[in-house]
């Protein structure tokens, strides 16, 4: 069983979409059970909107414990918002976030522009291209350079370079990707990022960290 955590905020019927699609059979279940999400063999965290609303919403249903264990313990993919609240602080709003990654979360400039001097709009919204940092099983059959879709503000600075896994430029770079150990979450929304958001889904349904 996939679980893909409920806890009201995010795009969880795609995600379950996406991920049935690639699953070969697997159960899926959308839950904001702890049990469940313990019982789970995989676990998906996504998640939209403000960091505080998303960690105001996990404690209320009860599920940072259950997300903490499920990042120790099994194959975890986090998505966009899923990604964000794994660091320790986020800028949008001064948030404690869970602690799982060492590193913050800070917010795009306003004042983004080209070296052509086009502005750049905030958020960043539609689809960039992505360098994988070194060699990962979830980059398996993409490649590099491959275009993934992103809506977001803010952006992770991990405090160890050694996490990072994949980076895009908006326009100078920024980590797009991070993992440890059984642990992979990305900022771009794989599920709506066609044939090569599909095939990271299916490495992460096969993937044996």
């Known amino acids: 069983m996939i679980a893909v955590v409920d806890y009201g905020m995010g795009n969880l019927h795609s995600v379950a979409k996406a991920l049935e699609h690639v699953a070969d059979g697997q159960s899926i279940v959308v839950t904001s059970d702890p049990a469940m999400i313990a019982a789970a ?3 998906v965290f996504p998640g939209q909107g403000a960091a505080p609303d998303c960690m105001r919403a996990i404690d209320a249903h009860g599920l940072r414990e259950a997300i903490q264990t499920a990042a120790e313990t099994k194959p975890f993919l986090g998505i966009c918002m899923g990604l964000q609240v794994l660091f320790e602080r986020s800028a949008e709003g001064d948030t404690s976030c869970l602690g ?3 590193g913050v979360v800070q917010r795009f400039a306003s004042d983004l522009q ?3 001097g086009e502005r750049l709009k905030v958020p960043h ?6 360098r994988q940092v070194g060699e990962h099983p979830l980059w398996a059959g993409i490649a590099d350079g491959e275009r993934f879709y992103f809506v977001h503000s803010y952006f992770v600075v991990p ?9 895009a430029d908006y326009p100078t770079p920024f980590t797009c990707a991070v993992a440890r150990d059984n642990r992979f979450a990305v900022q771009f929304h794989p599920e709506k990022s066609a044939a090569a958001g599909l095939r990271l889904l299916n490495n992460f349904v096969t993937w044996q960290p």
């Open 159 to 167: 405090q160890d370079r050694a996490i990072v896994a994949g980076e």
């Open 41 to 43: 063999s995989r676990v």
């Open 100 to 102: 799982l990654f060492d």
């Open 114 to 116: 080209t070296a052509a």
């Open 125 to 130: 919204m539609g689809w960039n291209t992505v």
